[in-house]
T-cell receptor, first 113, second 117 residues
Framework: DAKTTQPTSMDCAEGRAANLPCNHS???????VYWYRQIHSQGPQYIIH???NNETNEMASLIITEDRKSSTLILPHATLRDTAVYYC??????????????FGGGTRVLVKP | EAGVVQSPRYKIIEKKQPVAFWCNPI?????LYWYRQNLGQGPELLIR????????DSQLPKDRFSAERLKGVDSTLKIQPAELGDSAVYLC???????????????FGPGTRLTVL
């Protein structure tokens, strides 16, 4: 699976949009971009995933660049409960790859009042 | 709908003692995963089950770790004997499996925090 690079940490203001970047310059054509977050003392929580097109759900939006070498997770109106470690993961969509998620260090996001 | 259930949530044992963790996946999910998460790091896969078959256990330390999923539903992960370095959070996840398509999303339980003294 392609490696991802994320900032170690970032702060954002409550009520404002939080934009979390992720670089995955070695991504291949059948690899999906997944985002999970982990709130303190909880298991990772699925947020969103995408292949080529931008995606939006009730939690967030995922913007993938045209060359697919980077992406941005957008939390439209950050709340204090969004404070967590956010993981960007590139996963091989080929079933033979076994659906393996390889977690990196993630971005520690602190939402401040 | 209930999520992935794990028990216990916390376990403190002395080194050389055995310990077991239990996981009940989301109903209808055929694939079950066990991960280990060391402090300050992301989770790492230990073993993956497709129904009752362990299809990827390459990262499971087989000298002291074992796992089973006898009826293809809930699963148990065991450590015997535990060592100080086994202190970590043990996470269980599940996914639909073969019917999940190319994007077979994994859903995680709350984890079991193990402390070995």
């Amino acid at each position: 699976d392609a490696k991802t690079t994320q900032p170690t940490s970032m702060d954002c203001a409550e009520g404002r949009a939080a934009n979390l970047p992720c670089n995955h310059s070695t991504i291949s054509g059948n690899e999906y971009v997944y985002w999970y977050r982990q709130i303190h003392s909880q298991g990772p929580q699925y947020i969103i995933h995408g292949l080529k097109n931008n995606e939006t759900n009730e939690m967030a939006s995922l913007i993938i660049t045209e060359d697919r070498k980077s992406s941005t997770l957008i939390l439209p109106h950050a709340t204090l409960r969004d404070t967590a470690v956010y993981y960007c993961i590139v996963r091989d969509g080929n079933k033979a790859a076994g659906n393996k998620l390889t977690f990196g260090g993630g971005t520690r996001v602190l939402v401040k009042p | 709908e209930a999520g992935v259930v794990q028990s216990p949530r916390y376990k403190i044992i002395e080194k050389k003692q055995p310990v077991a963790f239990w996981c009940n996946p989301i109903s209808g999910h055929n694939t079950l995963y066990w991960y280990r998460q060391n402090l300050g790091q992301g989770p790492e896969l230990l073993i993956r089950y497709e129904n009752e078959e362990a299809v990827d256990d390459s990262q499971l330390p087989k000298d002291r770790f074992s796992a089973e999923r006898l009826k293809g539903v809930d699963s148990t992960l065991k450590i015997q004997p535990a060592e100080l370095g086994d202190s970590a959070v043990y996470l269980c996840a599940s996914s639909l499996g073969r019917t999940g398509g190319n994007t077979d999303t994994q859903y995680f339980g709350p984890g079991t925090r193990l402390t070995v003294l």
